[in-house]
C-alpha cells in the first residue's frame, strides 16, 4: 500500500516533465525562433549562384517544428522584365527546396539593383497615390499620343514602368516606313519623345524603339503561298 503514493507521484512527475516539453516547444513556434546560421548560409550560397542575381540583401528563416520558413530578397539587372524577375524568384525558390534540407517553404522576392529610394517621393500623400492614373490608363494614353503622328505604321508595344510609385517611364516599340533613313527615325523618336513628356499622362521619362522584325513578318505572311 505504501507503494501507492510513490508510484502517484511517479506518474505525475513524469506527466508534468512531458507537459514542460511540450510547452518549451510550442512557446519556441510562436516566438518565430531563428534557425541555425549554417541553413542561412547555405540559402545565401544557392541565391547568389544564380548568374542573373547581383547580391543577395536579406535571408530570414524562422523555425517551424523541425522545419524552416526562408524568406529570401536579391536584386538583378534593373532593366529586365517583370516575367524575367518572376522566373529568377521560381528558379531560386525550387532551388532552395531541393537543395537545403529542413526547409518546409520560401518566399523569394527580386528587384532591380539600381532602383534609387528617395525618402521624400515616398512620403506622397494617400490622396495622391489614390487618384494617379493606373499603368492601363497610361498606356492608352500613350498608344493615342504615338498612333496620332503620321509618321508611325504601328505600335507595336508599350510598357510602363513605376520608380517609387510616382515616377513613370514609358518604353515604346514602333514601326516606321521603311524607306526611312536612321536620321529621319531619330527625328521621329525625339518628337514622339517630347510629345509623351509634354502630354498629361504624368510620364516622367519616354524611351522610343524602332521595331524592325514586324514589317519582315509581315512581309513574309503576304508572299507565303
Known amino acids: 500500500m505504501a ?3 510513490a ?15 511540450i510547452m518549451g516547444e510550442s512557446v519556441k513556434q510562436l516566438t ?13 550560397m544557392i541565391a547568389s549562384a544564380d548568374a542573373d542575381i547581383r547580391n543577395v ?10 522545419s524552416a520558413l526562408v524568406d529570401v530578397e536579391v536584386t538583378a539587372p534593373p532593366d529586365f522584365s517583370a516575367s524575367a524577375m518572376r ?3 521560381e528558379r531560386v525558390r525550387v532551388r532552395i527546396l531541393s537543395d537545403v ?20 517621393l515616398s512620403a506622397i500623400e494617400d490622396s495622391d497615390v489614390d487618384h494617379q492614373m493606373s499603368a492601363t490608363e497610361v498606356e492608352y ?9 503620321s509618321d508611325v505604321k504601328s505600335v507595336e508595344g508599350v510598357t510602363v514602368h513605376y520608380q517609387d510609385t510616382v515616377l513613370i517611364r514609358v518604353d515604346a516599340n514602333i ?7 536612321v536620321s529621319e527615325a531619330n527625328s521621329v523618336a525625339a518628337r514622339l519623345r517630347k510629345n509623351l513628356l509634354d502630354s498629361d499622362s504624368n510620364i516622367d521619362s519616354a524611351n522610343i524603339f524602332l521595331d524592325l522584325n514586324t514589317p519582315i513578318i509581315q512581309q513574309k505572311k503576304v508572299l507565303s503561298p
Do not use: K
Open 32 to 44: 518565430d525562433a531563428v534557425t541555425d546560421e549554417d541553413l542561412v548560409r547555405d540559402v545565401e
Open 141 to 149: 494614353a500613350a498608344r493615342e499620343i504615338l498612333e496620332a503622328d
Open 87 to 89: 522566373a529568377i524568384e
Open 7 to 21: 508510484a502517484g507521484m511517479l506518474v505525475a512527475g513524469m506527466i508534468a516533465m512531458t507537459g514542460a516539453e
Open 175 to 181: 514601326c516606321v516606313s521603311s524607306n526611312a533613313t
Open 57 to 66: 540583401t536579406r535571408v530570414r528563416a524562422r523555425q517551424v517544428g523541425s
Open 101 to 120: 534540407s529542413g526547409v518546409l517553404d520560401v518566399e523569394v522576392r527580386a528587384t532591380g539593383d539600381n532602383v534609387v529610394f528617395c525618402p521624400l
Open 3 to 5: 507503494a501507492d503514493p
